[in-house]
């Protein structure tokens, strides 16, 4: 098709996912036609850094299409599909032991999906599952019903906890589990029953309120949340290791420590979403490692295949297998595409050319020099907070940097999409301005990035926002 063909044909039948279709009636539809390191280019021959490493999942960055696609061609001609429902391959055999063996503690058992909706629908049915497996009855899911067999009232373990404006997906579980209610208020109702703790956002608390008693607060709502829910009936507290919506959030100090307590002391399982933060995004193969979470299931997808492939996984420990393998046991649940072996065979080489290249050593090594490049942009009357870790950033816009006032929702409206998302695209530089939470500019280059990608962002950043400071009419 010619680039005219392509804008007619796209505005004629492709529907683009969260995207403003009408706004394209006009407008061209953004083609992008090629890619190579950490940048890409348009069907119009426009260069773009691409600061967002596609949706924060291109990890190696788009150089290395020729090397995987050989590997996917291999498999194709060996096996182009079988299925992991009763069979096994060895692709999906040799990447669950990798993942195995590069997963923290005994986090063994892999559990292949398509993406990381998959993997947060399947974890939280798999915790759903696991507490009946290993012994509870299967009672409908009305905790105050009485179990008729032995005649006691048996609570059922079927209830999530998660965080405030943290994103886990779009399907009805992972939907569901989100903490974003401007996602969800189209589709209610959805899987009962689900709340949602504090986050780790510590811009907007007070400023005298020391780490240590941040992390009390936090642990006091996550606690008094699972005794109002009923201890008995929550499966699953399920938490990124690193909050990508509402910009890059880290934990304080002792905050996993005291998760992980709170799940062993009201015996609930804690999952790690690492869709985002797995493979190297903060400089370990899991964050759950460099943090020390110590979850029982894992939920990883965009970086394990560096999005070459449409390939997610859930790990989870030798304890939670374990109901599992008694008897005539499993978990009821799978789908088509769960370790396909041309995806297996992408993760797998993917993960090759991250060891060869030292990605890890790469993003740890880097973490500081990047840091102090972007915290350049705090001299912006604008730029509030720079947080985040490894290759994950956030920049919090304000209004007003003094009381940390942030801009009303139809400022922020104006100031992101009716200024910042556009420009910064005219400018050459892909990021991404949201506000699911408080106006936030997310960073998330490709994992190759070095001192020049991060000089080239963040000037182009600098100037983008310095006249988004001077429209709301803040001084530079
Ligand atoms: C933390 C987290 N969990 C889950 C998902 C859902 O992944 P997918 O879009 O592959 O379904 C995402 C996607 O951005 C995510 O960031």
Redesign the pocket.
């Known amino acids: 098709m010619t680039v005219v063909d392509l804008q007619q044909s796209a505005r004629d039948h492709l529907w683009m996912h969260f995207t403003r279709m009408g706004g394209y009636e006009q407008a061209d539809v953004p083609i992008i036609v090629r890619g190579d390191g950490c940048y890409l280019e348009d069907s119009k021959g426009n260069r773009y850094l691409d600061a967002l490493a596609g949706?924060?999942?291109v990890n190696l960055g788009y150089g290395f299409g020729e090397e995987i696609g050989q590997a996917a061609l291999e498999q194709m001609r060996e096996l182009p599909f079988y299925t992991n429902w009763s069979y096994a391959h060895p692709r999906a055999i040799e990447l669950a032991a990798e993942l195995a063996s590069l997963a923290p503690g005994d986090l063994n058992r892999v559990f292949f999906v398509?993406?990381?909706?998959?993997?947060?629908e399947s974890a939280w049915k798999l915790a759903r599952q696991y507490y009946l497996a290993r012994g509870g009855k299967h009672v409908p899911a009305d905790e105050t019903r009485h179990d008729e067999r032995v005649g006691t009232p048996q609570p059922r373990k079927y209830k999530a906890i998660a965080r405030q404006v943290?994103?886990?997906?779009?399907?009805m579980g992972?939907l569901s589990i989100n903490g974003i209610p401007a996602l969800k208020e189209t589709f209610e109702p959805l899987v009962p029953e689900v709340r949602h703790v504090r986050n780790t956002n510590r811009y907007h608390r007070p400023p005298e309120e020391t780490e240590e008693e941040f992390t009390a607060f936090l642990l006091d709502d996550l606690e008094n949340t699972i005794l109002a829910m009923g201890p008995e009936t929550v499966c699953l507290v399920h938490m990124?290791p690193v909050?990508?919506?509402g910009g890059a959030f880290v934990a304080p100090i002792g905050y996993w420590r005291g998760v992980r307590e709170l799940c062993d002391r009201y015996d609930i399982l804690l999952s790690a979403?690492?869709?985002?933060?797995g493979f190297g995004r903060v400089g370990h193969w899991f964050a759950s490692e460099r943090y020390d979470i110590r979850p029982d299931i894992v939920?990883c997808?965009?970086g394990l295949s560096s999005s070459y492939a449409?390939i997610?996984a859930v790990v989870a420990t030798d304890k939670v297998m374990e109901p599992f393998l008694a008897d005539t046991s499993m978990f009821s649940h799978g789908i088509t595409f769960g370790g396909h072996p041309v995806m297996s065979a992408i993760a797998l080489k993917n993960i090759e050319i991250m060891k060869r290249e030292g990605i890890m050593e790469r993003v740890l090594g880097n973490e500081g020099a990047f840091r102090s490049t972007l915290e350049t942009l705090l001299e912006l009357p604008i730029v509030g907070d720079v947080r985040g870790a490894g290759y994950f950033y956030a920049l919090e816009l304000v209004k007003d940097k003094e009381t940390r006032a942030g801009f009303t929702q139809e400022e922020g409206e104006s100031l992101l999409r009716g200024f910042l998302s556009g420009e910064l695209f005219r400018r050459g530089l892909i990021c991404r301005a949201d506000d699911r939470g408080d106006p936030v500019i997310q960073i998330s280059p490709p994992l190759v990035a070095g001192q020049p990608e991060f000089d080239e962002l963040t000037g182009i950043l600098g100037d983008v926002l310095a006249e988004a400071g001077r429209r709301v009419g803040l001084e530079t």
Request: net charge negative; aromatic share 6%.
């Open positions: 949706l924060f999942s398509s993406g990381g909706s998959e993997a947060v943290a994103y886990h997906g779009t399907t992972a990124e909050q990508n919506a979403d690492e869709v985002i933060t939920c997808a965009k449409a997610g």
